[in-house]
């Protein structure tokens, strides 16, 4: 039986895509890589962690959900590594729990939310929130005609000119990397980018969420200036808990717009 | 019921575990980046294309799958990308067709086969066919304390005295990036690493079976010569075809040799 009467297949398919843009936004994840950005989340919408994982036996990944307003909230942190005990930050990580929360959630938005790097020559200043327009790796240098692009990997995030115009988010590109220090061809292709901002994660969550068509938003307090004087590692420590603060207030503003919004209307 | 008597819980999972390495090898995934890589190996082993994939609408992944011999074959392409229509290269790509080949298909061994960098100053040579006995990353650094070590994520091979020693093949350790090039950062990381060859996947496919527990082997064969005087990406793409031939050589080699035999023979 057709579920769409004597609409092709096609057309039935886009009929459900613009049928779950006009009903309001469900279920969201927020994809965060350090615990220290997303437990004031947990708190913050009290949420539960998950205990009876809906992840595979053996993997790290944590999911801490509930109902906040009329949203069903999903944090997705990709847990401790096993072997050394830090959180599993980078692309990899990231990749698979954008991956394993699609298949098992099935959201209807994707927030990758964390700290990150930020160019004062661009106008980042520490704790400045951005909303990132786009996505790129600077890290995947494949010097081959065509697989250079698909190295850089440019992706948009979904477009949201209300939610960027009600909250006071700085717009600008993200670019990712697997390193937290940045080396010189790293600088070329930051620049290259064009990026204001630089995280370990975003690109690699905008290429799952594209392949598996979920709408995806980026939201990145800045914790240190990259082009700034002092060293990377230890202003990020210095840092952390502070903008982390900035950063959770910024979700929480975001996810307060979205609520009861579709997604059409962000 | 418990399924194994009155042993405790940890007892019969110990005990299954034993049961499976005592049972000949019957499921096995290859994991192979390229095209050309995989497709004499399709030939090969006689294998068909899974047109009702296994795998989510949307990915390019793809699974040839038959029997040969006793075997259970798949290999795992993980396709053309569809914005740029090359090959899905590096460690996203090849982190998810891992995790989605391991939970779709169970198997009992993974060989990640491709062609690699060769540092002639380690003893590699043009053609040369290397099974790992490691995997690490060389451009993921996280200059914190146990991040970094994190980074640098070194995973052992699953140990295979008896197919080293069987087949001509050379021992030496894997470094895993995701250029084609080499930064003189990264050049830095593959001598801390003490790697002998280089490719864009290995440390990432070592990452997740680690992960999700299941044994897996590296066969690398060198289609150009890191440290030598040709450029990379020139030297690798005119290598490409003949070293391919000598990688499919020794895959099929090591195919035959697990044929019929336990995991713990190998």
Redesign the interface.
Known sequence: MAPHGDESDGGGEAAIVIEAEKRPISTIVIVIAMQTEALPLVNKFQLTEDLDSVF?K???WVRYHGVYKELNINIIWPGK?F????D?????SA??VT??AI?TLQPDLIINAGTAGGFKAKGACIGDVFLASSAA?H??????P??D???VGLRQAFSTPNLLKELSLKAGKLST?????M???DEASIIANDATIKDMEGA?VA??AD???VPTIFVKAVTDIVDGDKPT?EEF?QNLASVTAALDKAVTEVVDFINGKCISEL
Do not use: C, E, H
């Open positions: 595979p053996g993997v790290p590594d072997t050394f005990g830090v599993s930050v980078g692309t990899v990749s698979l991956y394993a298949q790796f890290d995947r240098r494949i010097p081959i065509v697989f692009l698909y190295g990397g697997d390193s937290l220090d080396s010189q061809q690699a290429y799952v392949l598996l068509k590692a420590l």
